[in-house]
């Protein structure tokens, strides 16, 4: 877990937050809501370093003092991080982290249990945190952080302070990068314009994009199924396969985007005209489609979901109503 100095964005939350560590109101429980990749974790970190630190005047951290190295290195006993990014989060991730909460902490103060992507909690595991959260103490605080909080349980939503975020205004954004490829692509999400601004990052991207438009201009499975093996789709492991779909749900995005007339918030501008042929060749409810397809396609990815099957599905599908 590392601290960030400068964090691009949210300045209300971070004023609100910088407000419960001077206050002693540090809740109980949290939810963090808001899309992936603007901040949410670099800020999460930064919050916990203001209250761990020795040397902290709450707003900052020292990353020298014995608290603030055991974090860096991911070794702090107050601190653990479950996170279903890749997965399910079960009970048997969970339990031992419960049951370690009741003995008495190895260092003194505060004790954080961060739960990241905690839509993925299995329902065992959300109903064994919502009796965790049921049991207030002072020293104890979860911080539960999803793009997805629709999908948590309602009893552990309303035990929970919510602070939602949203995505970072462009002037902020131009810190990052002024490129305007990269800008277009990250629609305010910090975390996605820092992966890109590395020149082989956005290239393989911009490779990837106008594979996936070639696919979807294909009508026949047959020509579809040779360009997908050259991306050999089919051997990704499953955070590859995960990151495929995100650039597809791009495409899929702008497509929809095109047929609605807006062309200003384009996230693959340098394929746009292969984007608008995609566009007149589908109907808005093929698009619609799409979307909610690649959407579904996702949740199956991220628990037990077959890599083939999953791809084998969406070049049989998408978009192919014209025929
Ligand atoms: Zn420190």
């Given amino acids: 877990m590392q601290y960030t100095k400068e964090i691009i964005g949210h300045e209300e939350q971070v004023v609100y937050l910088q407000n419960q560590v001077k206050n002693g109101t540090v809740p109980h429980a949290q939810l963090w809501s808001g ?6 974790n670099t800020l999460l970190a930064n919050y916990i370093y203001w209250q761990i630190c020795d040397a902290s005047d709450h707003l900052s951290a020292c990353l020298d003092c014995r608290n603030c190295l055991m974090a860096q290195s991911g070794t702090h006993p107050n601190i653990t991080i479950l996170d279903g990014a890749y997965g399910t989060i079960k009970i048997d991730a969970i339990k031992p982290v419960l049951s370690s909460l009741r003995q008495s902490s190895l260092t003194k103060g505060r004790r954080f249990v961060v739960i990241l992507n905690a839509h993925q909690l299995t329902l065992g595991a959300a109903n064994a945190l919502l009796k965790a959260l049921e049991e207030p103490n002072d020293s104890i605080h979860f911080v539960i952080v999803s793009d997805q909080p629709d999908m948590l349980l309602e009893t552990i939503r309303s035990r929970c302070a919510v602070i939602e975020f949203y995505s970072v205004k462009s002037e902020l954004m131009s810190r990052i990068t002024h490129n305007t490829d990269i800008l277009a692509i990250a629609q305010g999400r910090p975390g996605i314009a820092r992966q890109l601004s590395k020149e082989s990052v956005i290239e393989a991207l911009r490779g990837r994009v106008t594979q996936w438009t070639a696919i979807m201009r294909s009508a026949l499975f047959s020509e579809r199924k040779n360009l997908s093996s050259a991306m050999k789709l089919d051997k990704l492991d499953r955070s590859k396969a995960i990151r495929e779909l995100n650039v597809l749900e791009g495409v899929a995005h702008d497509v929809l985007l095109l047929q609605q007339g807006m062309r200003s918030n384009l996230r693959y501008p340098f394929v746009a005209s ?5 566009a007149k060749q589908s109907s808005q409810k ?20 077959s890599v083939k099957l999953s791809f084998d599905h969406i070049l049989l599908t998408l978009y192919r109503e014209s025929l």
């Avoid at 698009?287 to 949740?299: E, F, G």
């Fill in 35 to 40: 899309p992936n990749h603007i901040g949410k």
């Fill in 274 to 278: 292969e984007l608008e042929e995609i």
């Fill in 286 to 305: 093929s698009s619609i489609q799409a979307v909610y397809l690649l959407n579904r396609i996702r949740k199956d990815l991220q628990s037990t979901g």
